[in-house]
Each structure stands twice: as structure tokens, then as C-alpha cells.
């Protein structure tokens, strides 16, 4: 049975995570070098920018203090789960993260995040909405220059689960956002992202990259610990 939290509990969990009922899966290698199915959002050349080298998608913030979100896919997607391999290269003066996006809606400013925080030796689920991030935070000891499995996913009881290679970070959503885009996500760092799926119900098969074969994976352990809440980042 899964243990339920919201994002007014006190405990946090790691727990075995459960595949969803899944329909479709679009992908992409980064193997094309085309990267007209990804946009940035509210684009400011001066801080950001996101392109292609070596078959990886590549993103950089170039001043300390922001974010780049690099989205895909339709708003009407919802309940659907993103995976990616991600490393951070190159650190900036402010705390690094990576981490991806689900139901983004852009314009709206509201969507889940999921973040590596590399000085803090954390992991964070955020429910972000306008002029508020309500933050789930997990301990996660991460390395630079060193590739991690993520996959992210929201499920329909509301559900936010966060995996890092063999750890899942979970916590329960009760008021759960509007579907939206996917997407990967740089702070105050360089980072490379490859090996991309999105796969729900209600998407379709696609996309320009090849299914990678899968790795076997060890048996999840499940601890418990502490969780903090806060408002902000």
C-alpha cells in the first residue's frame, strides 16, 4: 500500500514507486540535432540559452539568480511521467539544480518541479504557483559531472513521485494543478540532458528519438526522514 502525504505533512518518505497505466511515449535522443519540438520559456538571451552538441541537449543560465525551463508537448497533457538522464557540468556563483517540469502552463506560472540541489544535498518537489512555491524537501547527496537517471511523475490521486536513479522521493498533491507541457529545468549551472520519454494516457507515440534499452534496477529501499516546509525557493 502507498503511504500518503500531503504537502502539509511533517514526514517524508522514500518509497517503491508504482508504474502508471501508460498508452503512449514520445522520445527524443537528441541524436537529430533538431530542436524545433522544444521551446524556451520567456526567453532572455542574456541569461539563458538551450541548444544541441554531441547528441545531448545542453542548457546554461549565464548570470547568477535564474532559471531556464526548456518545455515540450500540449497543456491538455496530464498524468503523465518524464525520464531523462542529467548532469550537471558547470556550476555559477549561485546553489546549482537541474531538474525537470510536468504540467507547466507557461504563462499561467504554474507547473510541478522537481530539482537536484547540488551545495544543499537536497532534492525538492515544488508545487509552484503564481507568486508561490510550496517546496517538499528530501536529503540527496549529488555529484558534479555525474550522469543520474530522473524520472518524474503525477499521478491521477495527486501523487508526485521524484526518482534519482534507485531513490524515489514521493508526497501527495490534494488540490493537484492543470495538466500541461514537460520540460527540463537548469539553476545557476551548465547541464546536459539526454535519453527523453513522456509517456500518459494521453499522449502519443512519437517524437524524434529511438527507445534506449532498459537497465535493470535493484530493489528500491525505503527510508524515512524529516521534511521541510517552506514558502520560496
Known amino acids: 500500500m502507498k503511504n500518503l502525504l500531503t504537502f502539509g505533512s511533517i514526514i517524508a518518505i522514500?518509497?517503491?514507486?508504482?508504474p502508471l497505466g501508460l498508452a503512449g511515449t514520445w522520445r527524443d535522443d537528441?541524436?537529430?540535432?533538431?530542436?524545433?519540438?522544444w521551446k524556451i520559456f520567456n526567453l532572455d538571451?542574456?541569461?539563458?540559452?538551450?541548444?544541441?552538441?554531441?547528441?545531448?541537449?545542453?542548457?546554461?543560465?549565464?548570470?547568477?539568480?535564474?532559471?531556464?525551463l526548456w518545455t515540450t508537448g500540449e497543456l491538455s497533457w496530464r498524468y503523465y511521467s518524464l525520464s531523462c538522464r542529467a548532469k550537471?557540468?558547470?556550476?555559477?556563483?549561485?546553489?546549482?539544480?537541474?531538474?525537470?517540469?510536468?504540467?507547466?502552463?507557461?504563462?499561467?506560472?504554474?507547473?510541478?518541479?522537481f530539482f537536484i540541489d547540488y551545495v544543499f544535498g537536497t532534492a525538492r518537489i515544488i508545487k509552484a504557483q503564481p507568486n508561490d512555491w510550496f517546496p517538499v524537501i528530501f536529503p540527496f547527496a549529488a555529484e558534479i559531472d555525474t550522469w543520474y537517471e530522473?524520472?518524474?511523475?503525477?499521478?491521477e490521486d495527486g501523487t508526485l513521485e521524484f526518482q534519482v536513479d534507485e531513490e524515489v522521493f514521493s508526497v501527495i498533491d490534494e488540490e493537484p494543478l492543470k495538466g500541461g507541457q514537460a520540460g527540463l529545468v537548469v539553476s545557476d549551472a551548465q547541464a546536459r540532458f539526454d535519453d527523453v520519454e513522456i509517456t500518459g494516457a494521453n499522449i502519443r507515440n512519437g517524437g524524434p528519438g529511438k527507445p534506449r534499452p532498459v537497465a535493470p534496477r535493484g530493489k528500491l529501499a525505503t527510508t524515512w526522514g524529516k521534511l521541510k516546509w517552506q514558502n520560496g525557493q
Open 14 to 18: 522514500l518509497l517503491v514507486s508504482n
Open 150 to 155: 530522473l524520472t518524474a511523475t503525477v499521478y
Open 88 to 113: 550537471l557540468v558547470d556550476e555559477k556563483d549561485e546553489p546549482p539544480s537541474i531538474g525537470l517540469t510536468l504540467h507547466d502552463r507557461g504563462e499561467e506560472d504554474t507547473r510541478y518541479l
Open 45 to 68: 538571451r542574456q541569461v539563458e540559452k538551450w541548444w544541441i552538441n554531441d547528441g545531448e541537449a545542453v542548457g546554461e543560465i549565464f548570470l547568477p539568480g535564474f532559471m531556464s
Open 30 to 37: 537528441f541524436e537529430d540535432n533538431d530542436s524545433r519540438e
